[in-house]
């Protein structure tokens, strides 16, 4: 009963406060070195080494990627699959809301990316915060999140989806967007897609 009130309430509030959110929304064509933010949760070896190629990916094409990742460890202590090339944060920096803090996330959330992609195949209230308050020009996320309200564009997990056909797929829907700038921001707002 407690955990639902917190749930709730941590929700309620997320939704106001995103919603005052005030951020300059971009283009989201990635076929122009776009800043790209990738949120993911880094704790299961599996979902790091998809992210990690993922984001190698982005590089060779280009783009500026930054990753922040969640780890559930109490304390920082050595991640074995950690690489410099990604920021984290941990359990310990996890309020009684499950709302995150400290530097590293404060500076992802105030980066104002080109482009900043959640993925999370399910939701998980510290990564869905950093996303509805990003001040990224474009955000993409699951359709079926609780933090949809906030993203741009929205995509939806078919059945079978895993979390490399996720990334993918919204990287091939972003490589062929039209750059025609009436296209976009006439369909900004209208952008689901079943993955």
Request: hydrophobic share 35%.
């Amino acid at each position: 009963m407690i955990e639902k009130l917190k749930h709730n309430l941590a929700h309620y509030q997320l939704r106001r406060e995103a919603l005052q959110l005030v951020r300059q929304k971009k283009d989201p064509n990635i076929h122009r070195n776009a800043s790209i933010g990738i949120l993911y949760n880094a704790t299961e070896r599996e979902t790091f080494e998809v992210v990690r190629e993922f984001y190698r990916d982005l590089r060779s094409n280009g783009n500026a990627p930054a990753s922040l990742g969640y780890i559930d460890f109490k304390e920082v202590t050595f991640h074995p699959l950690a690489r410099p090339e990604s920021d984290y944060f941990f359990k310990h920096q996890l309020n009684w809301m499950q709302k995150p803090s400290g530097t590293v996330v404060e500076n992802f959330i105030n980066e104002p990316f080109d482009i900043l992609i959640n993925l999370t195949l399910s939701d998980f209230y510290p990564i869905d915060y950093i996303a509805a308050l990003s001040k990224a020009g474009v955000k993409i996320g699951r359709l079926e999140s609780a933090v949809s309200f906030c993203y741009d564009m929205s995509f939806q997990n078919g059945d079978n989806a895993d979390l490399k056909s996720f990334a993918y797929t919204i990287i091939h829907y972003l490589s062929n967007i039209n750059n025609d700038a009436q296209h976009v921001q006439r369909n900004r707002s209208s952008h689901h897609h079943a993955v």
